[in-house]
């Protein structure tokens, strides 16, 4: 059984900070996802990977295969960046839907 | 291009009903996916439907049900309400190319919040 442990739970930062969030997972993976959710539940998709590192304005994310670990950074960070983030993986060979982890709460403080 | 549509947005429903979710992808997505939010379970996956075929289940009993028409359009129907399946229920949709091996970026939903009552 495939299980997400994210780390930090919740994090509070000031703005500007540089953030890192935390995801290991315990089996192969075919892909990971990060996901931000505001409150009000709209949940947006900020990354798909399967290897490397992504880069998208002030996010990135990074996956370590090998060691079952992924973390998504934001530099520069923003009271906007206050949300919800989730990491979600699909067991490799797709037979399984989506694992969630259960998210980081982060506050960015002006 | 219009994002993905839940309908309804809300629900209130008495133990022992039943329930019909709606969900329209984004157009020429032929992956659609559901997902239970609770606040204490967090996201669990429900279903995975591509080209009208169930392709996973998630960890529910029988009286979640879903189906794919064939214009990607999915529905998601939950029988005889029990007061624990009180949820924001997600769904989200993918552009799948080939033969849909399920890793493409996802598009949610802004969900329904179905409370049994």
């Known amino acids: 059984k495939n299980e997400v442990e994210q780390s930090p739970q919740n994090l509070t930062a000031q703005e500007g900070e540089f953030i890192t969030i935390n995801c290991s997972y315990s089996?192969?993976?075919?892909?990971l996802h990060w996901l931000q959710q505001h409150p009000g539940g709209g949940i947006v998709s900020l990354f798909m990977?399967?290897?490397g590192k992504k880069k998208h304005g002030r996010l990135i994310a990074t996956i370590n295969i090998q060691e079952k670990h992924s973390s998504l950074h934001i530099t520069a960070s923003h009271p906007r960046d206050s949300a919800v983030y989730i990491c979600?993986?699909?067991?490799?060979?797709?037979?399984?839907?989506?694992?969630f982890g259960k998210g980081t709460h982060l506050i960015i403080q002006p | 291009k219009a994002g993905v549509t839940q309908t309804p947005r809300y629900l209130i429903k008495t133990r022992g009903q039943q329930v019909t979710l709606s969900c329209s992808p984004i157009?020429?997505?032929?992956?659609v996916s559901w997902y239970q939010q609770t606040p204490g379970q967090g996201l669990q996956f429900l279903f995975e439907y591509f080209s009208e075929t169930q392709r996973n289940k998630g960890n529910f009993p029988g009286r979640f049900s879903g189906r794919q028409f064939s214009n990607s359009r999915s529905e998601m129907n939950v029988s005889t309400l029990e007061l624990g399946d009180s949820a924001l229920y997600l769904c989200?949709?993918?552009?799948?190319?080939?033969?849909?091996?399920?890793?493409?970026?996802?598009?949610f939903g802004n969900g329904t919040r179905l409370t049994v009552t």
């Open positions: 979600a993986v699909r067991a490799g060979g797709g037979a399984d839907g989506l694992t």
């Open positions: 157009s020429g997505h032929r992956s």
């Open positions: 089996v192969g993976i075919s892909a």
């Open positions: 990977l399967s290897s």
């Open positions: 989200a949709s993918s552009l799948e190319i080939g033969n849909g091996q399920g890793n493409s970026p996802l598009h």
